[in-house]
RNA sequence: CGGGGCGUAGCGCAGUCCGGUUCAGCGCGCCUGGUUCGGGACCAGGAGGUCGGAGGUUCGAAUCCUCUCGCCCCGACCA
């Protein structure tokens, strides 16, 4: 059994720094709240990369990148956006030896300065919309870190659109939230409630902010990605106008989106159990272990070589594959070894194996003898890749399940105090309040409004707190 | 920033109350050799520490005092 890894159950946060530590996918760093990114770690985060990065393109997006300092008067510009990030920004104030002229900021994000050179490059309405991407650092000074969950630095996506309308505009944040939502259940196997904030957990200087929230093992919300439409606020502030058909001068309407490595904090918390990571064939860094195992040097020879040429054979077929064969560790320690780090397959080879004509397999996602099964050689690569299929919706309807069980809905404010802490989860509720409520809310349970989702029953209720009329539910819930 | 806890070997810790040959130790990990190998192997030997830092008290400090730095947890903000 995992030793090294306290249970869930015993002390979830705890828990999560365990996995993070045995799995090697980060480590601390000596700057507080920054983490080093592991090997093991970063590979998860590339598979990310790619998923996501294709989906851009797909949609129009173009990559571009923008420096990393930002005047500090640029941030000023825009009333909300500099009251609501100034607490968390780093301001590089002496650079070359020198007391710097004007303080340059560590981009919390990029509004600001992308703005500064749509306002150059946009002249009329034949330049837009133009939809940007940029994969960054950021900075956000943080007082509680944690890995990959809230880091003071941490690596993302941002895409920054222009358009001619506002109809444009709103769409574009609505699509992409859309595209996180898809990608967070195809490729992650994290289901995600996606839906729009209220105004008290809007970005500051958005009109409109949304969110995918997925929920931790236990029963937290987790914002694993947000889009915004951001109205003509950031193009006031720097000018970014355009030419329309009349001849006429417009603002323009734009939209930004990010996820983060947050998601590799959404992929561990969604999935993981006592026994460590446990991950989604589609992000996995290798996809089947194979594990050769051998008693005499006689057997070694002949074990060797057919595990070798199974290790070929996958990763011909483009299954990633890693073939561990450490003569210094015995089966077992390698089975918890990549038990640990989450793979999803495990191939021992073994005499009993080469004789029988098979391997053992063995599914990361259905632990002890459920998840064990023979694989003949004959015709192996094929089967692996059905099989890694069917651990990737296994792993989605799983999380769901788990989810479900624990999204909950009651009808008054006093049913909600009385179950919440002994039942933490996603609260359903119809919700008319505003943000004094959302302030009570949290105040009185440590509960808030997460996001209000976009899709909605038909119906109509009554608000759980406010006892208004509602038009539509509300997902509360204590978040990360 | 408020409240609580902790800094002793790479990691996890005991020792601190009551200062001194059971105080510099234990488990894991690491190195060497041998036996092992289908769920974290065993035996033997070995390497490794400014006891967070500075100052003080004392014949003598991991242990007592003062200051200082850092980390973790719980609250107010956030991808």
Not at 196 to 225: D, H, P
Not at 368 to 389: V, Y
Request: contains cysteine; aromatic residues 10%; glycine residues 8%.
């Amino acid at each position: 059994m995992a030793e090294n890894i306290t249970p869930r159950k015993s002390d979830y946060s705890q828990w999560y720094q365990d996995v993070i530590r045995e799995a090697e996918l980060a480590d601390s760093a000596p700057v507080r709240g920054c983490m080093v990114i592991r090997p093991w770690g970063y590979a998860i985060w590339e598979n990310i990369q790619k998923g996501l990065d294709a989906r851009f393109r797909a949609t129009g997006h173009e990559n571009v990148y923008f420096p990393l300092f930002i005047p500090q008067s640029f941030l000023q510009k825009e009333a909300e956006h500099v009251e609501g990030f100034s607490p968390e920004l780093a301001v590089v104030t002496h650079g070359g030896g020198k007391r710097l002229e004007e303080p340059l900021v560590v981009r919390p994000t990029s509004e600001t300065i992308i703005n500064h050179f749509f306002s150059k490059w946009i002249g009329s309405y034949r330049d837009l919309p133009m939809l940007l991407n940029q994969w960054a650092n950021v900075v956000r000074w943080e007082l509680r870190p944690r890995a990959f969950i809230r880091t003071t630095e941490f690596l993302w996506q941002e895409g920054h659109t222009a358009h001619a309308t506002e109809a444009e505009a709103r769409a574009e944040a609505v699509r992409m939230l859309r595209v996180y939502e898809e990608f967070a259940r195809k490729v992650l196997a994290v289901p995600v409630i996606a839906g729009r904030k209220t105004e008290r957990e809007k970005f500051a200087g958005a009109v409109e902010s949304y969110s995918i929230e997925s929920m931790s093992g236990n029963g937290w919300a987790l914002q694993s990605g947000t889009s915004h439409y951001l109205g003509t606020n950031f193009a006031r502030a720097f000018n970014t106008r355009f030419l329309d058909e009349n001849n006429e001068q417009q603002y323009v309407h734009q939209s930004s989106w990010g996820v983060s490595t947050r998601l590799v904090g959404a992929v561990i918390t969604a999935h993981g159990d006592d026994h460590g990571l446990k991950l989604p064939p589609e992000i996995a860094p290798r996809q089947v272990a194979v594990v050769p195992i051998w008693k005499s040097e006689a057997e070694k020879a002949g074990v060797l070589q057919a595990a070798e040429r199974i290790a070929s054979d996958l990763e011909a077929a483009g299954i990633r594959t890693k073939l561990d064969d450490r003569d210094t560790v015995s089966p077992g320690f390698k089975f918890n070894h990549w038990e640990v780090r989450g793979v999803p397959l495990r191939f021992e080879v073994g005499p009993k194996d080469l004789a029988g004509g098979h391997v053992t397999a063995s599914a990361r996602n259905r632990p002890g003898r459920e998840g064990k099964f023979t694989l003949p050689f004959e015709g192996l690569a094929g089967e692996t890749r059905s099989r890694l299929a069917s651990i990737q919706s296994e792993m989605l309807a799983d999380a769901e399940q788990r989810r479900d069980a624990m999204t909950y809905e009651v009808r008054t404010y006093e049913e909600f105090k009385a179950v919440f802490e002994e039942k933490p989860g996603f609260y359903r509720l119809w919700w008319a309040g505003g943000r004094e409520d959302e302030e009570r809310l949290q105040e009185e349970t440590r509960a808030t409004v997460r996001n209000i989702p976009l899709d909605q029953p038909d119906a109509e209720g009554t608000c759980f707190m406010t006892g208004r009329p509602a038009r539509s539910m509300a997902i509360v819930a204590r978040a990360y």
